[in-house]
């Protein structure tokens, strides 16, 4: 009895500690800032205390996430601002940027650009949106 109970608790521990990672730190519906990739990410972050002022998601020719890029934003104002995607692909900026945006994604060797950029990347870069799929590097 004693090993069915202790196989019970350490099922029960991994089961809790994973649905916690998954929850707290890039689950359906969980928080930080590997969640949710390829969302739009200003529906949520557009105001308040967690407001970015744009904000994003890369991914792989292979559909896969694009960590370790660097993002640059140039705003409306001549700002220029910069961030590293992340495990997930996601990118954010929390300064106060305007748009529209100059945008350039780059691993050191290739550059990828564009001009005039709203600021929730994933509203326009995704199925059904006014770039029609998702950010992809290269």
Same mark, same amino acid.
């Given at each position: 009895m004693? %090993? /069915?109970?202790?196989? *019970?608790? @350490? @099922?029960? /521990?991994t089961a809790v500690v994973l649905l916690g990672l998954g929850c707290g730190d890039g689950g359906e519906g969980g928080s930080g800032p590997t969640m949710r990739p390829g969302e739009d990410c200003l529906a949520c972050h557009g105001?308040?205390? +967690?407001? *970015?002022? +744009?904000?994003?998601?890369? *991914?792989g020719a292979d559909g896969t996430a694009a960590?370790? $890029? #660097? @993002? #640059? $934003?140039?705003?409306?104002l001549a700002t220029q601002a910069s961030a590293t995607t992340n495990s997930a692909g996601n990118f954010f900026f929390e300064e106060s940027l305007t748009p529209p945006f100059q @945008?350039?994604?780059?691993?050191?060797? #290739?550059t990828v650009s564009m001009p005039d950029a709203a600021a929730a990347c994933n509203?326009?870069? %995704?199925?059904?949106?006014? +770039?029609? +799929?998702a950010i992809v590097f290269p």
């Open positions: 004693g %090993r /069915v109970a202790a196989a *019970f608790s @350490v @099922v029960a /521990v105001g308040g205390e +967690a407001a *970015f002022s +744009a904000a994003g998601t890369v *991914f960590p370790g $890029l #660097t @993002v #640059t $934003l140039v705003d409306s @945008v350039a994604i780059t691993d050191g060797t #290739t509203s326009c870069h %995704r199925a059904g949106g006014a +770039a029609q +799929a």
